[in-house]
């Protein structure tokens, strides 16, 4: 069974340009979660997605931004990119909010360097 | 509002010896409580979860946790440490009932172990 996959790996832009990071999750799971992981500022809650909607933001201004697909995938977009925007993104997936089984499983992230 | 405490960013124990990472929580409502491993260039393997069945916690990798609500502690321990071990790992906090919470983690900064030969 495939994992969750993020796309791509390692995306470089400038400060000014927008990056488009996506996430499929694993089959069956209706939920994706975005996280930044930040040097020195540890792993930060982004995103939550399920059916579709957002269902939860953390604390991260509304140039962050994203959608949920009806296959479940997900966009992560990040607008006017500023050099602190330089971080591992990870997605995750669950069963979604019907499931009461809170487990996430991962991917392997996609690492944003902004010049 | 929940928090997370990772006492040691890093930990250095030898081969064989016993594993002993710190996480100490703050919630207002009974939490749910997660240990994550993530090793270098990959994302966050879950190693084990409380949900309050039993206190203590057994996880893969021969990795177990133990629930302490007086101390509101979630220590991660292994008897015998392998080489294998060394990454990076983190503590989690969420609320139970789902509901908004669903899926939100609060993480502790992380603590990278070193195992030595």
């Known amino acids: 069974e495939a994992g969750v996959t993020q796309s791509p790996t390692h995306l470089i832009k400038t400060r000014g340009q927008q990056a488009t990071l996506r996430c499929s999750p694993i089959?069956?799971?209706?939920?994706v979660y975005w996280y930044q992981q930040a040097l020195g500022l540890g792993l930060q809650f982004l995103l939550w997605?399920?059916?579709?909607?957002?269902?939860n933001r953390g604390n991260f201004p509304p140039r962050f931004s994203g959608r949920q697909f009806p296959n479940y995938s997900s966009e992560l977009n990040v607008n006017a990119l500023e050099l602190e925007d330089s971080a591992l993104y990870l997605c995750?997936?669950?069963?979604?909010?019907?499931?009461?089984?809170?487990?996430?499983?991962f991917g392997s992230g996609t690492q944003l360097s902004v010049l | 509002a929940q928090s997370v405490t990772q006492l040691g960013s890093h930990v250095s124990v030898s081969e064989g010896a016993l594993v002993l990472l710190r996480c100490n929580y703050s919630?207002?409502?009974?939490?749910?409580l997660f240990w994550y491993v993530q090793y270098p260039n990959q994302g966050l393997q879950l190693l084990l979860k409380?949900?309050?069945?039993?206190?203590l916690v057994k996880g893969i990798n021969g990795f177990e946790a133990e629930f302490k609500k007086s101390e509101t502690s979630f220590h991660l321990t292994k008897p015998s440490a392998h080489m294998s071990d060394a990454a990076e790992y983190f503590c989690?906090?969420?609320?139970?009932?789902?509901?908004?919470?669903?899926?939100?983690?609060?993480f502790g900064q992380g603590t990278i172990l070193t195992v030595h030969p």
């Open positions: 409380y949900t309050s069945a039993a206190t």
């Open positions: 989690a906090v969420s609320e139970r009932g789902g509901g908004t919470s669903y899926g939100k983690l609060t």
């Open positions: 919630s207002s409502v009974p939490p749910y």
């Open positions: 995750a997936s669950s069963l979604g909010m019907r499931a009461t089984n809170e487990k996430l499983f």
């Open positions: 997605y399920d059916e579709g909607e957002e269902r």
């Open positions: 089959s069956g799971h209706t939920s």
